[in-house]
């Protein structure tokens, strides 16, 4: 439960910045404005050391700094594990914004998937997290390009919409705007 607490309060911390900057993004084919962003980063480091005992690693980045990791047992191949072999981690970030009818109250959804190695082989993972908020529109300034939205927790806010968007004028009070926001997150040991 306070988990999904903090994501709702952290998914209503995004809103207020999407809402003002994702509105202000390339409209989607519908009738009703909408985007996408997407961020990747990539990571590589190269194992230092291996303690079977404690579970851990120690891992050599780039910029020559290391750190030390505790495994816990999610990670069944950690003998498969080897001084020398190389990390690589990517982090992917979506976030989509877009508009719809809807008569459902705002609210908060999760989903996560796990995928892990086949046994055998070398170590590695991939974590899907994908949450979804919707907010819906309470009231609309068409000459002032300002909506109101109410959050899941019931507070309304008003956002300034950028004037790049060219759809403003098929919002209606009653939609949702709906934040869905995606992470993906690939963990793979390899020999070097």
């Given at each position: 439960?306070?988990?999904?607490?903090?994501?709702?309060?952290?998914?209503?911390?995004?809103?207020?910045?999407?809402a003002?900057v994702?509105?202000?993004?390339?409209?989607?084919?519908?009738?009703?404005?909408?985007?996408?962003?997407?961020?990747?980063?990539?990571?590589?480091?190269?194992?230092?050391?291996?303690?079977?005992?404690?579970?851990?690693?120690?891992?050599?980045?780039?910029?020559g700094k290391?750190?030390?990791?505790?495994?816990?047992?999610?990670?069944?191949?950690?003998?498969?594990?080897?001084?020398?072999?190389?990390?690589?981690?990517?982090?992917?970030?979506?976030?989509?914004?877009?508009?719809?009818?809807?008569?459902?109250?705002?609210?908060?959804?999760?989903?996560?998937?796990v995928?892990?190695?086949?046994?055998?082989?070398?170590?590695?993972?991939?974590?899907?997290?994908?949450?979804?908020?919707?907010?819906?529109?309470?009231?609309?300034?068409?000459?002032?390009?300002t909506?109101?939205?109410?959050?899941?927790?019931?507070?309304?806010?008003?956002?300034?919409?950028?004037?790049r968007v060219?759809?403003?004028?098929?919002?209606?009070?009653?939609?949702?705007?709906?934040?869905?926001?995606?992470?993906?997150?690939?963990?793979?040991?390899?020999?070097?």
């Amino acid at each position: 439960m306070k988990r999904k607490k903090n994501a709702v309060t952290n998914l209503c911390c995004v809103l207020a910045l999407a809402a003002v900057v994702f509105f202000g993004c390339a409209t989607t084919r519908s009738e009703k404005p909408g985007g996408i962003v997407m961020e990747e980063v990539s990571v590589t480091a190269t194992v230092e050391a291996v303690d079977a005992a404690r579970r851990t690693v120690v891992l050599k980045f780039a910029d020559g700094k290391t750190q030390t990791y505790k495994l816990g047992e999610v990670v069944k191949n950690f003998d498969q594990i080897k001084v020398g072999d190389e990390v690589k981690g990517t982090l992917l970030e979506s976030v989509a914004i877009f508009v719809r009818k809807s008569d459902e109250p705002p609210g908060v959804a999760e989903g996560r998937t796990v995928q892990v190695a086949p046994k055998g082989a070398k170590p590695g993972v991939l974590v899907t997290e994908v949450t979804e908020i919707t907010a819906r529109v309470e009231a609309i300034d068409y000459p002032k390009r300002t909506v109101t939205l109410r959050e899941p927790n019931g507070v309304q806010k008003t956002f300034a919409v950028d004037p790049r968007v060219e759809k403003f004028s098929s919002v209606k009070v009653g939609d949702e705007v709906v934040i869905r926001v995606t992470d993906a997150l690939m963990i793979a040991v390899e020999k070097p």
